[in-house]
């Protein structure tokens, strides 16, 4: 399995896993990122952070930090 941050521009995956504890999954989680949920990324930017993803019909901008903790397929 891969990261969310390793997932190239206009790709879309499913959520897997997450890896996180405590707070830091819970925040993820109220984004709407959970597992099963499909995730297409729009743009990466420049440097790599952040990353604009969309994911349950809205946009959405996470950390690099962020998108390491999220396995996809």
């Known amino acids: ?3 969310l941050k390793e997932v190239k521009c206009g790709d879309t995956v499913t959520v897997k896993k997450l890896n996180g504890v405590g707070a ?3 925040r993820i989680m ?3 990122i ?3 949920t499909s995730v297409y990324v729009r743009k990466v930017a420049p440097l790599g952070d952040p990353i604009e993803i969309m ?3 809205y ?3 996470i950390r690099k ?3 390491e903790m999220i396995l996809v397929d």
Do not use: C, P, Y
């Open 59 to 61: 946009e959405l901008s």
């Open 34 to 36: 959970t597992k099963g």
């Open 55 to 57: 994911v349950r019909n």
């Open 65 to 67: 930090a962020d998108a």
């Open 24 to 26: 830091i999954k819970r």
């Open 30 to 32: 109220d984004m709407g």
């Open 1 to 3: 399995m891969r990261t």
